[in-house]
């Protein structure tokens, strides 16, 4: 049996930690086309990436025969402009809606596209303001008056959302919390909503706390393939 790779090695160790149930995306933004691959022989099919540019680079360089059932998952700020360029990519989900807005465009062009595209909404509950997507109260709102109504070829599977960048462990866990607290809310102010499953937290620094509080998906970058050369 040939060598295991570094990568390998990290995703199973990761792997082995996550409860069944909860989905690994291999963040590989930034990093070579070679180190997706790498990941892929040891069996990841899930990758995320937060530019489109950069997505669109690395799907068509990928040798489409050896990577069969490879899916993305677009995490990073979607500007209006890119949406046709995404959406022709057929991302698995795209995690990263973080308004109305870019919402109703992905709404319009998946029509256009003749597809449903699954989409999660991303929610702000972190501190620092850079930080995008729904405040609590848009989030409420949107469902309380259920806006999800007017959509045609959106599915909304869930939410996305990030703690606050900080080693204070108790306002990470609150934050997941809190992003917990409002999928919950959803689905407890539409309890008629569809495949509404989803709860996208922790990346390498603090994956462990958000499955403990609720997780089902977690985003995993540097903890795989390094650090990230910008
Ligand atoms: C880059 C990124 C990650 C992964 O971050 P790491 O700390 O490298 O694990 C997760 N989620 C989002 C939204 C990101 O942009």
Not at 50 to 67: D, F, N, W
Not at 144 to 160: D, I, N, Q, S, W
Not at 183 to 202: H, I, K, N, Q, Y
Not at 208 to 230: K, M, N
Request: proline share 3%; net charge negative.
């Amino acid at each position: 049996m040939a060598e295991q790779t570094e990568i390998a090695r990290r995703i199973d160790e990761i792997k082995a930690t996550l409860p069944q149930g909860v989905e690994l995306v291999a963040v590989s933004k930034f990093h070579p086309i070679e180190a997706i691959i790498d990941a892929y022989g040891a069996g990841q099919r899930l990758f995320g990436e937060s530019r489109v540019q950069e997505l669109q680079a690395k799907a068509a360089a990928l040798p489409s025969g050896e990577t069969e059932g490879l899916r993305w998952h677009f995490i990073g700020h979607l500007q209006t402009n890119k949406v046709r360029q995404l959406l022709r990519l057929r991302p698995s989900l795209i995690e990263s809606v973080d308004s109305e807005r870019l919402l109703g465009a992905i709404d319009r062009e998946a029509v256009a596209q003749g597809f449903v595209q699954p989409v999660l909404l991303q929610v702000h509950v972190a501190c620092e303001e850079t930080k995008t997507g729904l405040s609590p109260e848009e989030f409420e709102t949107y469902f309380r008056e259920r806006r999800f109504e007017a959509l045609k070829a959106t599915h909304l599977c869930g939410v996305m959302g990030m703690a606050s960048n900080t080693d204070d462990a108790e306002r990470v866990r609150a934050d997941f919390r809190a992003i917990r607290s409002l999928f919950d809310l959803a689905l407890e102010l539409c309890p008629d909503l569809r495949g509404f499953t989803e709860v996208s937290m922790g990346m390498s620094g603090d994956y462990p706390l958000a499955v403990e509080e609720g997780a089902t998906i977690v985003r995993v970058g540097s903890a795989i393939f390094g650090e990230r050369a910008y």
